[in-house]
């Protein structure tokens, strides 16, 4: 049975001796951009735990790893933090990083799905008008010929 490697203490390892493993600097950076992005985009992520990857990373590598991903993985990421925002869905790409990078920063909150009363109280027994009284007139007079 062979052992297997503890991942991060091999990390920390090159961490500590970054020129010796030179010559692996660049694809050991995209494997990590590639498994941070992973994590990110795994369902059981939630903005909490996206700003605490945030803290732990530090402001600038956050930022550097969401600029690298692809616009189709920020937009998922932006509609699943913040569902209800209208806006996101029709905003551009340079506005989805941006806000993207403020929720997880908590400078701006998701927008909150509107509670039952308030829905009640926009429904559609709400929107309609009330009948004129010309009309009410008409229907009285029709039916006064019968």
């Given at each position: ?7 991060f ?19 050991a ?5 590639k ?53 996101a869905?029709s ?18 909150e998701a ?21 004129s009284?010309a ?12």
């Amino acid at each position: 049975m062979a052992l297997d490697l503890d991942a991060f203490e091999t990390w920390r390892a090159i961490a500590k001796e970054p020129d010796l493993f030179a010559p692996i600097r660049s694809e050991a950076g995209g494997t990590v951009r590639k498994l941070l992005v992973k994590m990110l985009k795994s369902k059981a992520v939630d903005l909490r735990q996206a700003t605490d990857m945030r803290k732990a990373l530090g402001k600038e590598t956050f930022a550097l790893l969401v600029d690298g991903m692809k616009d189709a993985e920020v937009k998922a990421l932006v509609a699943r933090f913040d569902r209800q925002n209208t806006e996101a869905k029709s905003a551009s790409t340079e506005w989805r990083r941006r806000h993207l990078i403020d929720l997880v920063r908590g400078e701006v909150e998701a927008v909150r799905k509107p509670d039952k009363t308030a829905r009640k109280a926009t429904g559609k027994k709400a929107e309609t008008a009330p009948p004129s009284h010309a009309s009410a007139g008409a229907v009285r007079k029709n039916q006064r010929r019968t």
